[in-house]
């Protein structure tokens, strides 16, 4: 919870402070909601699925703070209480093919066995589309990440180390109306092979209005530490606003 507050109010310092000493800044909204029941003879499943991200941006610096939270249970047995906070931030973005990126991350996972965790780092990236309607980039930094997982249910695996953080990123807009768009990390200890992080998000929206769009989310995360993955393909309405 300690991360969770320092990121929550780093956030908040950054946007105080962002938005006095500029005229220029562009601010950016997004929710959304969604979720499922699934009831029959032979069982009674559910599952909530929220998240949010806003972010304040310039010509050269951009800050992104973000949160999510999902919840589900099956035939009484929680399934997932998933929770996840992150900060972000990129330099020179806008106005040069390499621009420089930080951030940090805090998020628990009963589906992962995640009891706290903590990442933060920083790197550079290469834009190698920018356009209107295509942009691709690619990243690579260090990453610095405090862990207390679960390898059993009942033994504890405390432990800190360095990772190599590779992401591909892309966004592609069709007709204005159609957006395919995601974010895909490769995360591997330097102290140990075999110890690997895979997180994918990709997202298919279709705009209903200027600020309404049908999305569907597919999300994909392992930890080969504990030998657990997730899977969640989840759809519906998301509110986004730009001013």
């Not at 956030?11 to 969604?34: E, G, N, P």
């Amino acid at each position: 919870m300690k991360y969770v507050c320092a990121l929550l109010l780093t956030l908040a310092c950054y946007i105080t402070s962002f938005a006095q000493y500029s005229d220029s800044v562009h601010y950016y909204a997004r929710a959304a909601s969604t979720g499922s029941i699934n009831s029959t003879q032979d069982g009674r499943s559910y599952l909530l699925n929220n998240n949010f991200k806003i972010g304040i941006s310039k010509k050269k610096i951009a800050l992104n703070g973000s949160g999510g939270w999902i919840y589900g249970k099956q035939d009484g047995v929680i399934t997932n209480n998933d929770f996840a906070s992150s900060l972000d931030f990129s330099l020179l973005r806008g106005v040069k093919q390499i621009y420089y990126w930080g951030l940090a991350n805090y998020d628990k996972s009963i589906s992962l066995k995640i009891n706290d965790r903590f990442q933060g780092g920083a790197g550079i990236a290469y834009n190698v589309v920018d356009k209107k309607n295509v942009y691709i980039s690619l990243s690579d930094g260090i990453l610095f990440e405090n862990s207390d997982l679960f390898l059993k249910d009942t033994i504890r695996d405390v432990y800190h180390t360095f990772r190599n953080s590779f992401r591909v990123m892309y966004k592609f807009v069709m007709f204005d109306i159609v957006t395919l768009d995601g974010t895909h990390f490769l995360q591997n200890s330097f102290s140990l092979g075999s110890d690997y992080n895979i997180r994918s998000t990709s997202n298919l929206s279709v705009l209903l209005r200027k600020w309404l769009s049908f999305t569907a989310t597919m999300t994909y995360n392992k930890l080969n530490r504990t030998g657990r993955k997730n899977l969640l393909l989840s759809y519906g309405l998301t509110f986004e606003r730009y001013f």
